[in-house]
């Protein structure tokens, strides 16, 4: 399961190569000043924190998988999500904004604006645009929302560790960072090469709403603490190079704290060519501790949709809808960062696995105790089930989606006879669902990314 054969923990964007290529500035690229690592939880949504399981139903549809990363153990700090002393951990919401007497001035004096239409030397207003995303980022600070327009912007990544994007600002716990392509997927980010479209390294940073695709390895590569990563397409991800010890995947979260939240995204064909060729290639790729998955869906993944590695531990992987790859889910450590214990206390509920070629759930090397898996849909997946951990109220059945396509194209809702629908539990569910429906809709939480 190796994915990245060197790695240097001084230099994070290392991990994606077996050699420590620099990081070259292109037309989105670019590196900011760093500064001082801010403290405290990720902004996430709210869950549902019934101790009871309630029934659920819930489908969706696309793809992702398995990637790789260096990091030490982290230091958990996020609040329980059920009444229970088994429930899992989950990130704790902060919403807190500091509000001065002149907030409105404060407020204006917090936008930075992209456009393809624009250039760095302007002040970045939205009059007079910034062309790169890592210019804006070089100009934030803590609390800064930076707004990036519609249009395609070339990102040019042609080394094995090269990084069309690269940011480095943190945020604060009260006044996070936040990236936003204000038309949801209208801010297109095309990669060019063998390397990472987007390098995150700053802390409390949110990235929301791109579109990112081309021959790259990476789409996005979160080496922060206390991000989230949502409402982006990232699909169609070539992997200049083929199969080997680099690696590869959609979403890529690394580094010593984690509290991340991926949510809402679609990933699909990621790799799609070497499905079952080529297991260093993944669509959500987990290496740290206190990693959220929820809400997404992941398909056409040369190895496995949702994988964890390394230093992964008490992830909460609920209500996704993964199909069409070599594995559907993995628990696993392994490589730099792996522990001891092994990868422990983990949450695997509500998920629709299907049509996966190898297997739909399982678990690999170096796992630990308290691993519990509820009420997921599991079908058609070459072995459905390979795990140790605690299983409960599994559904076998086809989950019946309005139109399956294997390539993503399809429509993964289900239709009303769907065995999906009020079967999940309401323990660490998130409150919405992939298109922001709240949940539950009916008598109970659905199985999968959408509520019906």
């Known amino acids: 399961m190796k994915k990245f054969v060197t790695f240097v923990p001084t230099i994070r964007v290392s991990m ?27 902004a996430a949504l709210s869950y549902n924190s019934d101790a009871t399981d309630a029934g659920a139903s819930v489908a969706g549809a696309d793809d992702s998988s398995v990637a790789t990363s260096n990091v030490s153990e982290a230091a958990p700090s996020d609040a329980a999500a059920a009444a229970d002393g088994n429930a899992p951990r ?29 250039s760095d030397s302007n002040p970045g207003t939205q009059a ?3 062309k790169t995303i890592a210019r804006a980022d070089a100009l934030a600070g803590p ?14 990544a042609p080394a094995l560790g090269s990084a069309g994007i690269k940011t480095t600002k943190n945020g604060t716990a009260a006044a996070r960072i936040k ?11 095309v990669v060019s090469g063998t390397g990472i479209t987007w390098d995150s390294r700053g802390n409390y940073v949110d990235i929301d709403g791109f579109d990112i695709t081309g021959t790259g390895r990476h789409g996005i590569l979160a080496g922060g603490a206390n991000l989230t990563i949502t409402n982006n397409s990232i699909h169609d991800l070539t992997i200049s190079g083929g199969c080997n010890g680099s ?10 704290v984690g509290n991340i ?20 290639v993944q669509g959500i790729y987990i290496a740290n501790a206190n990693v959220v998955v929820t809400n997404n869906i992941v398909s056409g993944v040369a190895a496995v949709a949702i994988q964890q590695w390394h230093a992964a531990t008490a ?9 069409h790859s070599k594995d559907g889910i993995l628990l696993a450590q392994g490589d730099a960062g792996a522990t001891a214990a092994g990868s422990a206390n983990n949450y695997v509920a509500n998920n629709i696995v299907y049509d996966n070629t190898t297997y739909g759930i399982l678990e690999g090397t170096k796992i630990g105790g308290n691993n519990r898996y509820a009420n997921n849909l599991v079908a058609s997946s070459g072995t459905a089930w390979k795990v140790k951990g605690a299983v409960s109220g599994s559904i076998s059945s086809n989950p019946l989606f309005v139109n399956y396509k294997a390539d993503g194209s399809g429509d993964y809702r289900v239709i009303s006879s769907s065995p999906a629908i009020d079967r999940g539990t309401s323990v660490s569910a998130p409150k919405i669902d992939v298109l922001m429906v709240a949940r539950p809709r009916g008598a109970a939480v659905d199985v999968g990314a959408y509520e019906y």
């Open 179 to 189: 990236f936003v392509s204000d038309v949801k997927w209208g801010a297109k980010l």
């Open 315 to 323: 992830s909460t992987i609920v209500n996704n809808t993964v199909f």
């Open 247 to 256: 690696g590869g995947a959609a979403i890529d979260t690394y580094g010593p």
């Open 143 to 156: 609390g800064y929302t930076i707004h990036v327009a519609a249009g395609t912007y070339k990102v040019s």
């Open 261 to 280: 939240l991926v949510d809402r995204n679609v990933v699909k064909n990621i790799g799609y060519a070497m499905i079952g060729k080529c297991n260093t």
């Open 90 to 118: 989950l990130l704790a919401m902060s919403t807190a904004v500091s509000v001065d007497a002149n907030a409105n001035a404060t407020a204006a004096a917090k936008n930075l604006y992209v456009a393809t239409t624009g």
């Open 128 to 130: 007079a645009p910034l």
């Open 16 to 42: 994606l190569a077996c050699c420590s290529a620099a990081v070259l500035l292109t037309a989105c690229g670019g590196s900011g000043d760093t500064v001082s690592t801010a403290q405290a939880q990720t």
